[in-house]
């Protein structure tokens, strides 16, 4: 809504008036005097004489100028008529030949931003009956001149001659012929069933018509005339949608509720101008009859041309067989790349996304979309296929039609889908091939189970005993294709063709075909068989023919392709040296992946070349053989592996026997034989072969290294030598005629000799002594030396047992039915004999060793006690016998040795026998039992040994027996005396490597575990079941200490010697000192000397009294128990789980305290260890630099079974050093701005430990750790105002008084002192005051503290805006940042500076404005003045006084808001209210801004509520307070109103009504007045209707507008000049007052004037409302 004002000339003012949709301007009437018409001027007579002649009247100037001036008149005057006249038919006959074309009309349901739009709305509105048209329109022959027009809203709208609905129109301009239209409307429809039955037509037809009618106003030329509007408008409509396409289609994924979500992307083209709203709208789709789904689309807004739309939905599940068939159908069609028509059909729109409007929805479902889904090429589901492993199996019958099984194919596939789905069956129709051949084969396969990954991608199925048929024609593709998989070792090929799948899904089971694809495979092939070499594992002979021998042949055949292959019986041809030999047959051939056994059957016959029968000798005699067999024409009789299994060709090698056919021989020497040589051999023949072989005859030559031993020459056709398949032969004795020449012997025994290792001397003195000279014979003296040890019987048979004879054979064979001649040789053939070949060598001579004791020194290196007991223990006697004689010696012991010591037997030990070398002697190592003749002799000795350096023993035997030469001598007696060295008292022989304490000990105490080397110098060991000790420290008993297990002690050697016991608690201070010492030593890392005395030794039945006397001798003094290399860390961490620190009394020395500080005890042993009581010195450091010291004095401490301590310090002073000052305000700034701060703890504690010992005090025991300490965290950057309340104010500040909380995420109390904040308003990011905080102490957690706050700020506009916020109830965002001076403690100054907290400021609900009362008269109307009383509530805490304001005031009416009224006062008294309390002001002047109708408005509107908008300036706090100023709104203000208009007023009685107002006003208020009132204008009668159009008939003839006027009465024109002067200044006076005195002059006025009753009061004040 608009208000124009207008100054005229004479500088009269007009009132303004304002209508919902213009502005009219009413203009008053010039007030001047009723001139004559007649003009004329009477001559006066005169005697005179007359005048001279008058010149020519046009010829005189004044004629030409009257003439101009009467042409002038004319022509203005003609003009006048056109204009004036006839303009209204022309301005008609325009529009008539006008039209309005239509370029966009867009239907919206919600309101226009515009606000003259708003102000046309009505405020709540129903979409089924009212939506928003923006309108875009052309004009069209609008003829030549430039003109205004107006339309008499609402324009209403037909179609097919029935209303529709109304529209409102804007005002337009037009020019040149044509303009523009361009709308914002609402449109009210008139019926909504008819409106959906238009929306069917606009969507379905091509096009439809638009009749529009009304009024409208046209100016131009300055005139205005009224015209009718009735145009027809032609719009295309949208033709059903004729072009709609897909444009995408997904299904990404299942729906939660079941089915699959389906995603289409769908372009829709619009033919129609008109766009539609239409929101949320919802389609349901389908296919082939069946409904599948309903997808959906939001913010849906149809404009002409191409719409893009994503409707999504579900795929609903399908129970039916048909339907899912059908929908497998449309799926296949999909993904073949096929075009399916399918439906989609309107359900529902909704503009606002969730409430449908029924006749758009009625017409929405209406359209009937069909739409093609389909892609233009099939889609690549099958990304390649691994055939796996395959079964080929060929036949003769069917060459070309392999049967192939593949148990696992795999498939990759790649579904653009995201829906679940799980394939259980597949079938396919595949061709292969390649790109050169083309397709040569087929395969058919049936649906077959499947499993499929979708994830993975992996389809994985069988193909079970199905064709690979090869194409009819080509059958030399599918030769080549056996070929290559024969030759190939990776051969690709293409497998195409077409698939189908049985499919789960979540709409149901589908059948998914036409799934086409062409990818490229590969296998593997069998490279001929020659990726590997074949191994012939083993040949067997299994018989003979006369022609050949029959052949069994294990073969190793490594297969390297993917496939196993069957085909069938395979020949080859058996080659050696390019000659063949025979044939092999590969019978059923089946070679499976991998390495195959394959057995083949061979014929061989190795007489037909010489290259057989050598070939047959190498082979008998272990030599390999290279042989070949070779495919050929004929090798198979399938013909699609003919020139595959031709080509074949394998090398390979014929392993020889790896086993000799002669196992052995044995020689048996008769009594006979020294006489007639003849001797017997027997042979040991194996058979390697199945079949079994005869030996007919027998021939060979046996030697020994060349020397001749015999000859066999024998035919035994008679009894042959069979020799079973598989089997060891003996044969029946054979002679053998032996050289028996002695020579020729003694050489073969003294070869034998040599070769058999023998010291020869002996035998070539023997031989020397005999006469003897062979070939190698030394002359060796006879020296007794040489026969020591000499054993001639066992030398000759030692020299026989290397004879190994070589032989030269030639054996008739006969294997089944072929006979051959087998003729090899064969060496190293062993010979058994026995004791009979001694008959061969006389004996030359029995030397006797006579001196072997006496000569002997008997000495011992160590002895070894074990086992022992109070009579017994075993001993192991190591020694040696020295100078026994020039032979060699057995030395036996038939009685045993006594054992003296001074003088003083000690027991008897048996001994073994002793073998001693000539001139060397004997190293013995023996073992016995010694008896113990007396306990305390051998107490006594055992206490010798272990204190003395060295003791002697004496040894007697009688009886001793020596063999030599083969002959036993007896009867020999030994007396020795052995020295052997003592145990010295284990001085510096003792270590302990390590210790530990790894328990608490059952029998009290701490259990001690030792890791102990012992050195023992005494050639005598103990191997003992156990051993006792006492450990001790500075004479104190700290405990026993035992083996852990058997004690051994070597001879001459370090044992390791774990030990076991405890520390055994201790009950006087001297035994806690001491172990506090032990203690202490070990975690500085030093070492502890300590005394172990012996305690007893035991034997398997316990301790041994002998031996416990021994033990207790001993004291070791001195032995280091060991420190650590590196003093161990007990404490490795220290935790201060909470602080409490005070900085208010020392900023660099504030008193710390912490209820639980926890330290981690790392104790370097297992027992249990506690700390009690602790003091600590600790030196806090950051950055690796020390920056204070807090010593902590003795404290009670807990210690959990984890080992960590708890304990407590309170008001301890945390001392930062003086030039680290800087180092700890940095700590404290990030203790108060970070989450968590690492610093350093070193420093030593004092501790007393609880133990099972008793309480140690362990002393300064260091530490040094990292540690860490939850921070402030910028107390996690907000704080909360839980209250706030303005309690006063200063000149300089408002205080406020507040209660805000704080949360403190640390561990940590700090005390602070009195705190100070800036607070910045974040909208201004100005400051608008400090927040104070006295005495301020932050605990972990929620704090909740008392603060107060100074409101100011050098930002006015920031102030002003933040006082506004408060006294309106809004939030407003703060910030509340420290700076330098938010605290005098110098050590916290940094750390508050960085503090920045949100927060933010809620106002107050209360209003200030209670009501107002508005006392109005006429001086509303002429004057625009009225005064007001407004009643003020104050909710402060405080008082404060109203100094000025400037108050805008508005109200809703019935056709939108509009000004009320405008205050701009400074009060003369300024008003003060009083905290909580309420005070009504003095009269304010209110300038009026509302027109009659408004007034008139106002005074009918029953409760009537104001919108206040102010700047006032006020002081808070009382006279001394904060003057400031704050704008401030408030609506709904109750509002009472006492205007007195036409007679009428409105008060405390109650509203006026339209029955008050009189008739003859009522006639004269304007239309537009009384529709906003509601009320119709009554008719006016014929008389009363006569006199004004006289009146203006009248006035129209006169040319004077004047009449058309009531004047004033002289007491309202006196009215009107005060109310011009108090408007427009004393200038304005006078004008109007000159105005007035014409009037009161004039002799005539317009008899309409006194029409009215007669009236003069009446009719006087009307006079403004035609203004």
């Not at 006959?93 to 309005?100: F, L, V």
């Not at 339907?323 to 399916?340: I, Q, T």
């Not at 051999?681 to 030697?703: C, M, R």
């Not at 408004?1494 to 006032?1512: A, G, H, R, W």
Request: include cysteine; glycine fraction near 10%.
């Amino acid at each position: 809504m608009a208000t124009h004002a207008t100054d005229y000339h004479d500088g009269r003012l007009p009132i303004a008036t304002s209508t919902p949709d213009h502005s009219q301007y009413h203009d008053r009437g010039i007030q001047g005097s009723v001139r004559s018409v007649d003009e004329g001027i009477m001559e006066e007579y005169s005697e005179k004489p007359p005048p001279p002649p008058r010149r020519r009247f046009y010829k005189q100037k004044k004629y030409w100028i009257v003439c101009s001036i009467l042409t002038v008149v004319i022509v203005v005057v003609a003009v006048l008529l056109i204009v004036f006249v006839f303009f209204p038919m022309i301005a008609q006959h325009i529009m008539n030949q006008a039209g309005i074309e239509v370029g966009g009309a867009d239907i919206t349901f919600s309101a226009p931003d515009d606000n003259l739009q708003r102000r046309q709305e009505q405020p709540t509105y129903d979409m089924n009956s009212t939506f928003y048209m923006k309108m875009t329109s052309k004009l069209t022959h609008t003829g030549p001149f430039a003109a205004d027009i107006q339309f008499h809203n609402p324009i209403t709208v037909f179609y097919n001659d029935t209303l529709l609905g109304t529209i409102t129109l804007p005002d337009t301009h037009v020019s040149g012929g044509g303009g523009s239209l361009e709308a914002v409307t609402p449109f009210q429809i008139e019926d909504p069933n008819y409106f959906a039955q238009f929306s069917k037509d606009m969507l379905s037809q091509k096009n439809f018509v638009w009749k529009m009618k009304g009024k409208l106003d046209i100016t131009a030329l300055s005139r205005t005339a009224t015209v009718d509007l009735d145009k027809e408008i032609n719009l295309l409509g949208m033709d059903g949608f004729p072009e709609v396409k897909i444009t995408s289609f997904e299904l990404p994924g299942d729906a939660p509720e079941g089915g699959i979500q389906v995603s289409l992307g769908t372009q829709l083209v619009s033919p129609s101008p008109i766009g539609v709203q239409l929101g949320t709208i919802a389609l349901q789709i389908g296919y082939d009859g069946v409904t599948i789904g309903q997808v959906t689309s939001e913010d849906v807004t149809l404009k002409q041309g191409p719409n893009d739309l994503v409707l999504k939905g579900v795929l609903t599940p399908q129970t039916k067989p048909e339907d899912l068939e059908k929908v497998g159908v449309l799926f296949s069609n999909y993904v073949a790349g096929k075009m399916s028509q399918t439906s989609a059909t309107g359900v529902s729109a909704a503009p606002n996304g969730k409430d449908s409007i029924g006749w758009l929805s009625e017409g929405f479902r209406s359209v009937q979309l069909n739409v093609g889904l389909g892609l233009e090429q099939p889609l690549s589901i099958i990304k390649g296929v691994s055939m796996g492993y395959l079964d080929l199996g060929f036949t003769p019958d069917a060459p070309y039609a392999p049967v192939t099984s593949a148990p696992a194919v795999v498939a990759d596939f790649d579904i653009p889908f995201g829906f679940s789905l799980n394939i259980t069956e597949v079938q396919q129709e595949l061709q292969m091939g390649t790109n050169e051949t083309g397709e040569f084969a087929k395969i058919s396969v049936p649906f077959v189970p499947a499993t499929s990954d979708q994830a993975a991608g992996k389809l994985q199925f069988a193909m079970n005993a199905v064709t690979i048929q090869g194409l009819e024609g080509k059958e030399k593709q599918f030769d080549d294709f056996t070929y290559a998989l024969t030759a190939s070792d990776l051969y690709s090929f293409q497998v195409g063709g077409n698939a189908s799948t049985k499919t789960s899904t979540p709409i149901g089971n589908i059948t998914l075909s036409g799934i086409s694809f062409e990818v490229p495979t590969a296998l593997h092939g069998l490279q001929f068989l020659n990726s590997t070499p074949t191994v012939i594992n083993g040949i067997d002979v299994t018989g003979g023919t006369p022609e050949n021998l029959l052949l069994s042949i294990n073969v190793s055949m490594d297969n390297p392709s993917d496939f196993s292959i069957s085909t069938g019986d395979v020949g080859f041809a058996f080659l050696a040296s390019n000659e063949q030999l025979g044939n092999v047959q590969l019978s059923n051939l089946k070679l499976e992946r991998g390495t195959n056994a394959v057995t083949a059957v061979s014929t061989f016959d190795p007489k037909k070349s010489p290259v057989g029968q050598n070939l047959l000798s190498t082979f008998v005699m272990g030599q390999n053989n290279d042989v070949t067999i070779a495919g050929y024409d004929g090798s198979t009789g399938i013909a699609s592996l003919a020139n595959a299994l031709g080509a074949i060709t394998i090398g390979t090698s014929l392993p020889g026997l790896k086993e000799k056919l002669i196992k052995g021989s044995k020689l048996t020497v008769l009594p006979t034989s020294p006489k007639d040589g003849i001797v017997n051999v027997q042979v040991s023949i194996g058979n390697p072969f199945s079949a079994g072989l005869s030996i007919t005859t027998v021939k060979s030559s046996v030697t020994y290294k060349g020397m001749p031993v015999g000859n066999i020459d024998q035919d035994i056709s008679g009894q042959p030598f069979n020799i079973g398949g598989r089997s060891t032969g003996e044969s029946n004795p054979l002679q053998m005629t032996m050289n028996i020449e002695p020579a020729a012997v003694a050489l073969l025994l003294r070869t034998l000799a040599t070769d058999a290792n023998l010291d020869t001397r002996p035998l070539d003195a023997m031989l020397g002594m005999g006469g003897f000279s062979i070939a190698g014979q030394e002359n060796v003296a006879p020296d007794s030396s040489l026969f020591n040890g000499f054993n001639i019987s066992s030398y000759v048979m030692d020299a026989m047992k290397v004879l190994n004879a070589d032989l030269q054979l030639s054996s008739g064979l006969t294997i089944g039915e072929y006979q051959n001649d087998l003729a090899f040789s064969q060496d190293a053939v062993t010979v058994q004999t026995g004791e009979d070949v001694t008959l061969l060598i006389p004996i030359v001579g029995q030397p006797i060793v006579q001196q072997i004791v006496d000569g002997a020194e008997l000495a011992f290196e160590t002895i070894v006690l074990s086992e022992p007991s109070d009579t017994q223990f075993k001993v192991q006697m190591k020694g040696s016998i020295t100078n026994a004689g020039p032979m060699d010696a057995a030395i036996a012991f038939p009685d045993p040795l006594t054992v003296y010591w001074e003088g003083k037997e000690l027991g008897k030990v048996g001994m073994p026998t002793i073998n001693s070398k000539a001139d060397v002697g004997a190293q013995f190592d023996v073992t016995g039992v010694m008896s113990v003749a007396d306990q305390g002799t051998m107490g006594e000795f055992a206490s010798y040994m272990i204190n003395n350096k060295d003791f002697k023993w004496n040894i007697r035997t009688n009886g001793v027996s020596v063999t030599a030469l083969g002959f036993t001598f007896t009867g020999i007696s030994m007396d020795k005396y052995v020295t052997l060295l003592g145990c010295n008292s284990f001085k510096d022989a003792v270590v302990i490597e390590s210790f530990d304490l790894p328990s608490n000990h059952p029998d009290g105490g701490i259990t001690l575990t030792a890791n102990t080397f012992i050195t023992n110098p005494s050639q005598v060991g103990f191997s003992l079941s156990g051993a006792e000790f006492k450990a001790v420290y500075k004479e104190i008993l700290l405990g026993p200490l035992a083996s852990d297990g058997p004690a051994n002690f070597a001879p001459k050697g370090v044992s390791n010697l774990k030990m076991k016991g405890r520390l055994i608690p201790q009950d006087t201070q001297e035994g806690l000192d001491a172990v506090t010492e032990v203690f202490e030593n070990y975690l500085a890392a030093k070492d502890t000397l300590v005394n172990v005395l012996g305690e007893s030794g035991s034997g398997p039945g316990g301790k041994v009294g002998w031996l416990t006397t021994g033990f207790k001798t001993i004291k070791i003094e001195d032995v280091i128990m060991p420190g650590p290399k590196v003093a161990p860390e007990l404490i490795p961490a220290i935790t201060m789980k909470n602080m409490q620190m005070d900085f208010t009394k020392e900023a660099y020395a504030p008193t710390a305290s912490s209820t639980q500080v926890e330290a981690q005890l790392k104790n370097p042993f297992g027992f249990p260890l506690g700390v009690k009581q602790l003091n600590m010195d600790v030196i806090a450091g950051s950055h690796g630099t020390d920056m204070a010291l807090l010593k902590i004095p003795d404290e009670k401490a807990t210690t959990s079974q984890s080992g960590l301590v708890t304990t407590q310090f309170s008001d301890v002073p945390f001392k930062v050093y003086g030039d680290k000052h800087d180092l700890f305000n940095k700590f404290v700034e990030l203790l108060t701005s970070q989450a968590n701060v690492t610093f350093e703890l070193s420093g030593s504690s004092n501790t007393i430990t609880t133990t099972a010992i008793g309480d140690l005090k362990l002393n300064n025991i260091t530490f040094d750790v990292e540690t860490s300490l939850a921070g402030f965290n910028n107390f996690n950057g907000k704080n909360d105002i839980l209250s706030l309340a303005v309690t006063g104010a200063t000149k300089e500040y408002i205080i406020v008084a507040l209660k805000i909380a704080m949360n403190n995420p640390s561990q940590i109390t700090i005390k602070l002192g009195d705190m100070k904040f800036n607070i910045i308003m974040n909208e201004f990011n100005a400051q608008v005051g400090d927040v104070i905080i006295k005495d301020a102490t932050i605990v972990p957690g929620n704090n909740t503290m008392e603060a107060e706050m100074h409101m100011y700020s050098t930002n006015e506009k920031a102030l002003g805006q933040l006082l506004s916020n408060y006294m309106t109830g809004a939030k407003v965002p703060l910030s509340v940042k420290g700076f330098d001076g938010s605290t005098s403690i110098a050590s916290l100054k940094d750390g508050l500076s960085t503090v920045n907290l949100a927060t933010t400021m809620t106002g107050i609900s209360d209003k200030l404005v209670i009501d107002a009362v508005v006392n109005a008269g006429l001086d509303a109307i002429f004057a625009q003045k009225a005064e007001t009383q407004v009643t003020l509530y104050n909710p402060l805490e405080t008082p404060f006084t109203l100094l000025a304001l400037k108050v805008h005031i508005t109200t809703k009416g019935a056709s939108g808001v509009f000004d009320v009224g405008e205050i701009d006062y400074k009060l003369e008294s300024p008003m003060t209210v009083n905290p909580k309390e309420s005070a009504q002001s003095a009269n304010w002047p209110v300038k009026v801004l509302s027109d009659i109708g408004q007034l008139l408005e106002l005074l009918m509107t029953p409760d009537l509520k104001i919108n206040l908008q102010q700047n006032v300036t006020m002081t808070i706090g009382g006279s001394d307070g904060f003057t400031g100023g704050m704008y401030y709104y408030q609506d709904e203000v109750p509002c009472k109103i006492n205007l007195d208009i036409f007679g009428l007023s409105k008060g405390n009685q109650g509203n006026a009504t339209a029955d008050a107002i009189p008739s003859d006003v009522m006639a004269k208020l304007p239309d537009n007045v009384l529709k906003s009132l509601g009320i119709e204008k009554p008719q006016e009668t014929s008389a009363a209707a006569a006199s004004p159009a006289a009146s203006s008939a009248d006035n129209a003839s006169s040319g004077s507008d004047a009449a058309t006027t009531p004047a004033p009465s002289a007491d309202n024109s006196e009215n009107s000049s005060e109310d011009s002067k108090s408007n427009s200044g004393e200038d304005s006076s006078k004008e109007n007052n000159s105005g007035n005195d014409s009037a009161k002059e004039s002799p005539a006025a317009d008899p309409s004037s006194s029409s009215s009753g007669g009236d003069d009061k009446g009719s006087s004040w009307l006079w403004p409302l035609k203004l």
